[in-house]
């Protein structure tokens, strides 16, 4: 089992910054990918970023320039930096886990909110 849990969401001006941050305990496995997807109100889970243990990034094109994500190995957390924030990135942002080796399974963190308004 693989507990995660998201901090730093909030509102912010379009044009703001936020950042968040996801905490991962449990059986963490040496391959393994971490990262974020969100849900905007009436729309399907998405990608946001992800990235792999060995640094490799993948982005959806939306943020591509305005979000970076990052990772600490040791510390077992993710980051993800969103500047250029705009309303359409309002949405519920979901810390994720997926091992690479082993059981293949996905963990999901229970969301932060993340509210782009003027």
């Known amino acids: 089992q693989v507990q995660l849990v998201e901090s730093g969401g909030g509102q912010v001006q379009p044009g703001g910054s936020l950042s968040l941050y996801c905490a991962a305990a449990g059986r963490i496995l040496s391959l393994n990918v971490m990262g974020w997807y969100r849900q905007a109100p009436g729309k399907q889970r998405e990608l946001v970023a992800t990235m792999s243990q060995s640094d490799v990034a993948t982005y959806a094109d939306s943020v591509k320039g305005r979000f970076s994500v990052s990772r600490d190995n040791i510390k077992k957390t993710a980051y993800l930096q969103m500047n250029n924030l705009k309303p359409e990135d309002t949405a519920v942002y979901y810390c994720?886990?997926?091992?690479?080796?082993?059981?293949?399974?996905?963990?999901w963190g229970k969301g932060t909110m993340v509210t782009v308004s003027s």
């Open positions: 994720y886990y997926k091992n690479l080796i082993g059981d293949g399974l996905e963990y």
